[in-house]
């Protein structure tokens, strides 16, 4: 199993649709979670940290499942500019040094 | 505030030479990571460097790549006797203490071997 899995997608979901995608984890250890948006030639920036009792920021939901281990971002009422390459990170064993970034969910949002 | 930057934004080299690409990291922050991403692909860890620790030199691809950081500073990731396959975009991102920190990234520099 890979240390972090995303479907690479592309994911083409009309405006104003609801949209999910899950990340995979194999170190049942790691701590830390987030995902980071990439615009296509930009550098990645975050959109938002997952914690374990899952979060909330807007039209964006973040949630944690640590059983099964995966996180999930779903995105409600999409909008256009949503689309972008969703990058998965999960630090790496239980250290806090060290993270892993996921090869990224693209998503296309289409009018 | 000023935000990480990266020089040169673009360099187009031969193959076969050397290569130094810069990163200046947001004041303060003492973790600095490199990663490579080639066209189309996902981020590649290159190095990470926190504080005063040795530095995580696990992701460097060959002896051909080094990187140094001055204190807490800037970072300078060298490549030599660079091939085509090292041509990527090169990303720096810092954050203010480790890897449970947000990560700032600077805009890379797009490195093209020829």
């Known amino acids: 199993r890979k240390e972090v899995e995303q479907d690479p997608g592309p994911f083409n979901v009309p405006e104003g649709a609801t949209v999910a995608f899950n990340c995979t984890y194999s170190?049942?250890?790691?701590?830390?979670f987030f995902w980071y948006r990439q615009d296509c030639r930009k550098e990645p920036k975050l959109l938002m940290s997952?914690?374990?009792s899952g979060n909330e920021d807007g039209r964006f939901t973040a949630q944690l499942n640590r059983a099964s281990q995966y996180i999930s971002l779903l995105i409600r009422d999409s909008k256009l500019s949503d689309s972008a390459t969703y990058l998965c990170?999960?630090?790496?064993?239980?250290?806090?040094?060290?993270?892993?970034f996921g090869k990224g969910t693209r998503l296309h949002i289409l009018p | 505030g000023a935000g990480v930057s990266q020089s040169p934004s673009n360099k187009v080299t031969e193959k076969g030479k050397d290569v130094e690409l810069r990163c200046d990291p947001i004041?303060?922050?003492?973790?600095l990571y490199w990663y490579r991403q080639r066209l189309g692909q996902g981020l590649e860890f290159l190095i990470y460097?926190?504080?005063?620790?040795?530095?995580?030199k696990s992701g460097l691809p060959s002896d051909r790549f080094s990187a140094e950081r001055t204190g807490e500073s800037v970072s300078t990731l060298t490549i030599q006797r660079t091939q085509q396959e090292d041509s990527a975009v090169y990303l720096c991102?810092?954050?203010?203490?480790?890897?449970?920190?947000?990560?700032?990234f600077g805009p890379g520099t797009r490195l093209l071997v020829l």
């Open positions: 460097f926190q504080g005063n620790s040795a530095p995580d």
């Open positions: 991102a810092s954050s203010r203490q480790g890897a449970q920190e947000t990560q700032y």
């Open positions: 004041s303060g922050h003492t973790a």
């Open positions: 997952v914690y374990s």
């Open positions: 990170v999960v630090n790496k064993e239980n250290r806090d040094d060290k993270i892993i």
């Open positions: 170190n049942s250890a790691s701590q830390s």
